[in-house]
């Protein structure tokens, strides 16, 4: 089953006051605290819904924590609903853009001018090996 997720591709500020870039410095994973947050991974594995949106998890790098979501698709937009505790629930409509403005990253994912998939949401390697070729004797 396919999933979908979605990255962090431009912030209105995405460097500190010493020009460095921000980082996930609340993630609970700790390896995850060194990453920038422009290109991280927000969006995780969205599964279609029967009653046809997407569900799944939104993080949130603020507080290094990590809510339900469903999202559904409009033709230039998306609504996004985030639910803590299945009672207190907040939305928010993502706009469609397509001007590429200084400090977006608009490169495919996995482009080095794009974000790049966590290690846990990353398709899988195939790896496949070259069978020997088989050889058909003609008879005689």
Same mark, same amino acid.
């Given at each position: 089953?396919?999933?979908?997720? $979605? ?6 500020? +995405? @460097? ?9 410095? =609340? ?8 990453? +920038?947050? /422009? ?5 995780? $594995?969205?599964? +279609? ?10 993080? =949130? @790098? ?9 999202? &559904?698709? $409009? ?5 996004? #609903? ?7 629930? %907040? &939305? ?6 397509? =001007?590429?403005?200084?400090?977006? /990253? ?23 090996? %070259? #069978?020997?070729?088989?050889?058909? #004797? %003609?008879?005689?």
């Amino acid at each position: 089953m396919e999933q979908i997720c $979605g990255y962090v591709v431009w912030m209105k500020e +995405p @460097a500190d006051a010493n020009g460095q870039p921000l980082r996930d410095q =609340n993630n609970p994973d700790l390896a995850k605290r060194s990453r +920038p947050l /422009l290109g991280h991974q927000l969006i995780l $594995g969205l599964r +279609p819904s029967p009653e046809g949106h997407f569900d799944g998890q939104i993080y =949130n @790098a603020e507080n290094g924590k990590s809510y339900e979501i469903s999202v &559904s698709r $409009g033709a230039t937009d998306l609504k996004v #609903k985030g639910c803590m505790l299945s009672v207190f629930c %907040a &939305s928010q409509t993502w706009t469609q853009t397509m =001007n590429a403005l200084p400090g977006q /990253l608009v490169g495919m994912t996995g482009d080095p001018t794009g974000p790049r998939a966590d290690k846990e949401w990353a398709p899988p390697i195939q790896v496949t090996q %070259a #069978k020997p070729p088989t050889v058909a #004797k %003609a008879a005689k």
